[in-house]
């Protein structure tokens, strides 16, 4: 009886973490597996241990891959994650607590934009058209302001959320001991938005680093590759190198987990603060 009443209670934990098992951990030990394996026998696409290991030599063999093209596509995806997501947090922090602040018809038309911007699919070619007239089109800082546009709609509502539960006698009392605007904001409100910062951080960069669609479209050339393009290299039209494209695949997926590892806490914290005091 007691271990009927134990699955009464935990079936659903069990369902879950059964769930979980096989759709993120099996694929990732598949992942291992086959980059664990040389050309040969990763062909045969199977769930099974090596023969023999030859992870090491698939990771070198990678690196190397075009004159290592693979160190370009990393500092590429390193200076458009940072340059990214640092304007879309300052951007979108400023947004949220001038949106939460005001309560007239601007305000509502800035948010009713951004959940436009969540809703609505990207527009490819008038966007190609429109970097192209101002000599932005492939060039980082164009792709940059493509991903801070397509970012900004979800951060100003993490932000704004969370700014709903900062108490307003701190901006009344920051005016009055002569603070301006600016620095009321950076000085006063941004120190309190660490959790949603945080959360905003982490999420937009793991969408910006494992962006494939907007790098391909909007930064052509092998100059301008980011690591998501680097699977190409491994996959023609009538052959595939499947253990180095797992290896690449893995190599591209160990930051953002590791970043996810260190910080699931706080983006929980910033996705549920707004909602469970606003």
Same mark, same amino acid.
């Given at each position: 009886?007691?271990?009927?009443?134990?699955v009464?209670?935990?079936w659903?934990?069990? $369902?879950?973490l &059964? =769930?979980?098992?096989?759709?993120?951990v099996?694929p990732?030990?598949?992942m @291992?597996? *086959?980059?664990?394996?040389?050309?040969?026998?990763?062909a045969?696409l199977?769930?099974?241990?090596?023969?023999?290991?030859h992870?090491?030599?698939?990771i070198?063999?990678?690196?190397?891959?075009q004159?290592?093209?693979m160190?370009?596509?990393?500092?590429?995806?390193?200076i458009?994650?940072?340059?990214?997501v640092?304007i879309? $947090?300052?951007? &979108? =922090?400023m947004?949220a607590?001038?949106v939460?602040?005001?309560?007239d018809? @601007?305000a *509502?038309?800035?948010m009713?934009?951004?959940?436009?911007?969540?809703?609505?699919?990207?527009a490819?070619v008038?966007t190609?058209?429109?970097?192209?007239?101002?000599?932005l089109?492939?060039?980082?800082?164009?792709?940059?302001?493509?991903?801070?546009?397509?970012?900004?709609p979800?951060s100003?509502?993490?932000f704004?959320a969370? $700014?709903?539960t900062?108490p307003?006698?701190l901006?009344?009392?920051?005016?009055?001991d002569?603070?301006?605007?600016?620095?009321l904001?950076?000085?006063?409100?941004f120190?309190?938005?660490?959790?949603a910062i945080?959360?905003?951080i982490?999420i937009?960069s793991?969408?910006?680093?494992n962006d494939?669609v907007n790098?391909?479209?909007?930064?052509?050339g092998?100059?301008?590759?980011?690591?998501q393009?680097?699977?190409f290299?491994?996959?023609?039209?009538?052959?595939?190198?499947?253990h180095l494209?797992?290896?690449d695949?893995l190599?591209?997926?160990i930051?953002?987990l590791i970043?996810?590892?260190?910080?699931?806490?706080?983006i929980?914290?910033?996705?549920?603060t707004?909602?469970?005091?606003?």
């Amino acid at each position: 009886m007691r271990a009927v009443g134990l699955v009464r209670r935990y079936w659903l934990e069990a $369902v879950s973490l &059964s =769930a979980v098992f096989v759709v993120f951990v099996i694929p990732f030990i598949f992942m @291992v597996l *086959t980059a664990a394996k040389d050309r040969r026998e990763s062909a045969r696409l199977e769930f099974s241990l090596p023969t023999e290991w030859h992870l090491l030599e698939n990771i070198q063999a990678v690196l190397e891959e075009q004159n290592g093209i693979m160190y370009t596509a990393m500092i590429n995806s390193l200076i458009l994650t940072v340059a990214s997501v640092t304007i879309t $947090v300052i951007l &979108s =922090a400023m947004v949220a607590f001038v949106v939460q602040r005001r309560r007239d018809r @601007v305000a *509502t038309v800035v948010m009713a934009l951004m959940i436009m911007g969540l809703i609505l699919p990207p527009a490819l070619v008038p966007t190609i058209y429109t970097l192209q007239a101002l000599n932005l089109y492939k060039t980082i800082f164009g792709l940059v302001l493509v991903e801070v546009t397509q970012l900004m709609p979800f951060s100003v509502l993490v932000f704004r959320a969370f $700014v709903a539960t900062i108490p307003r006698e701190l901006d009344e009392a920051a005016l009055m001991d002569g603070a301006s605007p600016l620095r009321l904001f950076f000085r006063v409100i941004f120190p309190l938005l660490r959790p949603a910062i945080i959360t905003v951080i982490v999420i937009t960069s793991v969408t910006v680093y494992n962006d494939f669609v907007n790098p391909l479209y909007f930064l052509p050339g092998a100059d301008n590759a980011t690591v998501q393009l680097t699977l190409f290299n491994f996959q023609g039209q009538f052959s595939a190198r499947w253990h180095l494209l797992f290896t690449d695949v893995l190599l591209i997926t160990i930051p953002p987990l590791i970043m996810f590892m260190f910080f699931q806490r706080q983006i929980v914290s910033g996705m549920t603060t707004g909602a469970i005091k606003g």
